[in-house]
């Protein structure tokens, strides 16, 4: 489905993640943020950039994964992205929720 | 004379010995297999053993059994993994030099990753289902339980047989019920991930089943520790939950042997081509089952299909030739759902679990995504083929290794 993100027309799936990440930039990220009223500081950004580097690598995303990265620790993650912080940080960054098979 | 060494004689480590023992000249290659257990394990078994569906002898046999004769049978400790001087060292410092190495030690659980977990309590409040001892143990537990408040725990992702926490879930609902005692158990199902059901049309075709069960749902919990002293679990934002009985699934890693070699990532894992299944730092290493970092499930079936596409492209860079990136990620899984029903997923990298028939379009006999007692059946009958046919690298009838998308109702 299509959703009106920035003022631009977005592949977005059911939850609201898009679909191809081509649509993604800084400014469709700040709109998605301030839907989860999350005010993109530096530190945000870095995250972003980290996880978005894992998913181009293909490699699964973690808290575990977060702990050992060397850009956050586990409670600043909570902080940054209060209430499921994978969910709402995948969503922000324009990739895929981390998910199992069904 | 040339060497191919497989690493691990469980499930994809067996299959491709009886795989590769068919095709590479004897003449010209010894094909040689290391493993230091010498019992295999059904693990699809271990989800029943629990609940006194299966018994311990019908998920365990003399591995040596299914090791084809032609194959040099090794039973040690492997100590090291050398990629760059292509040897194998084993416990007693004997070096075996390799040309081909087919890397398939699996994952297994690590319950000493999270505090708490495997303490005091291990197999006294808390257990996991996913080894033998585990499963036995709580098997021994739920018989004379008095209930309580039962969790069920994921740990972290990624994990073996993903649905599998699921499966336990439903069938301790149809355990107590039948056991008379369903109202003085409460059913909670825990897990890091945003949903028990995480894909869209499973969520859409599935979720009822958690509600006709009377299962609770906890989202997206990251467990920090397990409070042992106060029978709970606590996450990362401070969330408790209350258990008097603990079923967890501890976080799953590679092989230590794959940590002591280099080899992996954060949790053991072999990066690893997605299509091709070569090591993506050595040329000559390839991996399969449940060792690789591949984006599908940790399960059988995908080992199973890897091996018809792993076994073909040995051949190719033996004869020099480019490796087929033909590996889609194909799963196939039965889900016991209780009341001797099960629904069954067919899944790849590119296609979730959607509703259809398989595996004739139209026909069936089975129905993806819905559940039904013919599945059920399937997953049972599924024991004898696993031993008889799996194992052996026979393939399974009308089920090819790349997915088929006849039958399947992708809108």
Redo the contacts between chains.
């Keep these: 489905m299509k959703k009106l993100i920035a003022n631009r027309e977005i592949d977005v799936?059911?939850?609201g993640y898009l679909i191809d990440f081509k649509q993604w930039d800084r400014e469709v990220c700040e709109c998605i943020a301030g839907e989860c009223n999350v005010v993109m500081t530096e530190k945000h950004w870095e995250v972003i950039e980290y996880l978005q580097d894992k998913h181009r690598k293909?490699?699964?995303l973690?808290?575990?994964?977060i702990k050992?990265s060397g850009v956050i620790n586990?409670?600043e993650f909570?902080n940054l992205f209060p209430?499921?912080p994978?969910?709402k940080s995948t969503l922000i960054a324009g990739i895929p929720?981390?998910?199992?098979?069904? | 004379m040339k060497n191919l060494i497989i690493l691990g004689a469980g499930t994809a480590g067996t299959m491709m010995a009886n795989h590769l023992v068919k095709k590479l000249p004897k003449k010209d290659w010894k094909i040689t297999i290391i493993d230091q257990y010498k019992t295999h394990y059904y693990q699809p078994g271990f989800l029943f053993l629990p609940f006194d569906i299966y018994t311990e002898n019908q998920v365990k046999k003399d591995g040596k059994k299914f090791i084809p004769k032609d194959v040099n049978y090794v039973q040690k400790l492997i100590e090291l993994i050398n990629p760059d001087a292509n040897t194998i060292q084993l416990e007693d410092d004997e070096m075996l030099p390799y040309d081909i190495l087919v890397v398939a030690t699996g994952s297994k659980t690590a319950p000493e990753e999270i505090d708490g977990m495997s303490g005091p309590d291990w197999y006294k409040t808390i257990f996991d289902f996913y080894t033998y001892e585990g499963a036995k143990a709580l098997r021994d537990k739920l018989r004379d339980w008095k209930g309580g408040k039962l969790v069920v725990h994921i740990t972290e992702m990624p994990i073996k047989c993903p649905v599998a926490p699921l499966e336990f879930a439903f069938l301790a609902d149809s355990y107590f019920r039948k056991k008379g005692m369903r109202d003085k158990v409460d059913i909670t199902y825990v897990t890091p991930l945003s949903g028990a059901f995480t894909k869209p049309k499973a969520t859409k075709a599935l979720h009822h089943l958690l509600e006709e069960k009377d299962i609770k749902e906890v989202v997206d919990f990251n467990i920090e520790r397990v409070d042992y002293k106060n029978n709970k679990i606590v996450d990362y934002a401070d969330v408790e939950v209350e258990y008097d009985l603990l079923v967890t699934v501890p976080t799953n890693m590679g092989d230590e042997l794959i940590e002591r070699s280099g080899l992996g990532d954060e949790l053991n894992f072999i990066p690893t081509h997605k299509t091709t299944l070569q090591s993506k730092n050595h040329e000559n290493i390839f991996v399969i089952g449940d060792a690789t970092n591949l984006p599908t499930s940790k399960a059988g079936s995908v080992a199973h299909f890897e091996a018809e596409i792993l076994e073909e492209n040995i051949l190719r860079y033996i004869e020099g030739k480019p490796l087929k990136e033909d590996f889609d990620g194909h799963a196939n899984c039965f889900v016991e759902t209780g009341n001797n029903k099960a629904l069954l997923i067919d899944f790849n990298y590119d296609h979730e679990p959607v509703e259809g028939k398989f595996p004739f379009q139209g026909i069936g006999p089975m129905s993806l995504l819905k559940e039904n007692r013919m599945n059920h059946w399937g997953k049972l009958a599924f024991r004898w083929i696993y031993w008889n046919m799996l194992l052996k690298g026979i393939p399974i009838p009308f089920v090819p290794s790349k997915m088929s998308l006849k039958g399947k109702n992708f809108e």
């Excluded at chain 1, 973690?62 to 994964?65: E, K, L, N, T």
Aim: hydrophobic letters at 15%; proline letters at 8%; a positive charge.
């Design positions: 799936n059911e939850e293909e490699e699964p973690s808290i575990r994964g050992r586990i409670k909570y209430g499921g994978l969910k929720k981390p998910k199992s098979c069904i």
